[in-house]
């Protein structure tokens, strides 16, 4: 539970919420600064404890990095800005996004894909998870 997790795109903030509830406490939420205002209330309001980091400032150093329904839907240029900064920085990275979009994910992350699975909670997802490359 002491692990550094970073929800990237967290939206409203539901995941942030039940990592914390899961015993998680090291948890970075980022978003953009219109959407991370009503994560901060409904977060706040519920006594949950988070980092807030802009988009800007996202670094990708984390133990697990969490997208959820983003990164396909980001411009591919800023998908690949942040998938370097995970792959570069990132213990463990794992995505639930659409398939049927301009780009994968599995087209951008420059991490080895360690399992791919259909997403059990919506149709044309999946969920993928990445370690860095071994040396």
Not at 60 to 71: A, F, M, W
């Amino acid at each position: 539970s002491d692990i550094k997790i970073a929800d990237l795109g967290g939206g409203v903030g539901h995941l942030t919420y039940w990592l914390n509830k899961l015993g998680f406490t090291d948890i970075t939420y980022i978003d953009v600064p219109t959407v991370t205002i009503s994560a901060m209330y409904f977060l706040e309001t519920n006594g949950i404890s988070a980092k807030f980091v802009s988009t800007k400032d996202f670094d990708g150093d984390y133990d697990l990095v969490i997208n959820v329904d983003g990164l396909t839907q980001y411009s591919k240029e800023a998908a690949e800005s942040y998938t370097s900064k995970i792959t570069a920085n990132a213990k463990h990275f794992m995505s639930i996004n659409r398939e049927f979009d301009e780009f994968r994910v599995s087209d951008i992350c420059k991490m080895r894909r360690i399992s791919r699975n259909q997403f059990w909670l919506r149709r044309g997802y999946v969920e993928e998870d990445y370690v860095p490359e071994t040396k």
